[in-house]
């Protein structure tokens, strides 16, 4: 089956830094992406939906100064959290279209310190 | 507003036993149902898709049915494994022309299956 992987599986950092997190379509090419966040016990939230090609579409309430998306290729797309302070701490999560399918990544968990 | 609720929250069963997930929802235009496993720290894994003639589908020991008119949805498992031990999410797709984007998920039922 379609197969998404994310880079790197987890990652603490300073507040203050900048993350950047990778979401590959290993085996299909996607031209939309999503990008997730779920907080413990949540639901997963949809942040932004991201095109090949051009600018990616936010949700409403999320800041796209603050978490930049960059989908380069019909394989990869890149979140950045920028200036990320402990708030931002979640597990986020990619996912890619395949049909009639939405295929998920294994997910990112960041914690800010 | 479009939602999708699920019950119960958490539910803890013995290895062997059968359970069944309930998914709520009140999503217009639906165009599919999916349950979808998610261990935990992992990301969510496709059980079943079902579109709205369907009534039933099955994948394994997953078994999921459909009811269009009470908009209900449920998870049967048989035979439980600890394996199966995870949070299984209810998802209704929105109709909007084919977009994949447009995805309303319920909060999850974390099952625990004890030895």
């Known amino acids: 089956g379609a197969v998404v992987s994310q880079h790197p599986s987890w990652v603490i950092c300073k507040s203050g830094t900048s993350v950047k997190i990778e979401c590959r379509s290993l085996?299909?090419?996607?031209?939309?992406m999503f990008w997730y966040r779920q907080f413990p016990k949540q639901s997963l939230m949809l942040m932004a939906t991201s095109n090949e090609g051009s600018k990616a579409t936010y949700e409403q309430g999320v800041e796209k100064d603050k978490f930049l998306i960059n989908h380069a290729s019909l394989t990869l797309s890149t979140l950045t959290v920028t200036s990320a302070h402990p708030e931002d701490s979640s597990f986020y999560i990619c996912s890619a279209s395949h049909g009639d399918t939405q295929y998920f990544g294994p997910g990112t968990r960041l914690t800010v310190l | 507003k479009n939602q999708v609720e699920q019950s119960p929250q958490s539910l803890i069963i013995l290895e062997g036993k059968n359970c069944t997930l309930q998914c709520n929802y009140t999503v217009s235009p639906f165009s599919n149902l999916r349950w979808y496993k998610q261990d935990t720290g992992r990301g969510p894994v496709s059980l079943t898709i079902m579109t709205f003639s369907e009534n039933t589908k099955s994948n394994g020991r997953y078994t999921a049915t459909l009811d269009a008119d009470t908009k209900q949805s449920s998870l049967h498992i048989t035979a439980s494994q600890l394996s199966d031990s995870a949070s299984y999410i209810c998802v209704v797709t929105l109709n909007y022309g084919g977009s994949q984007g447009n995805l309303i998920f319920g909060k999850g039922t974390k099952l625990s299956v004890k030895p």
């Open positions: 085996d299909f090419q996607a031209t939309t």
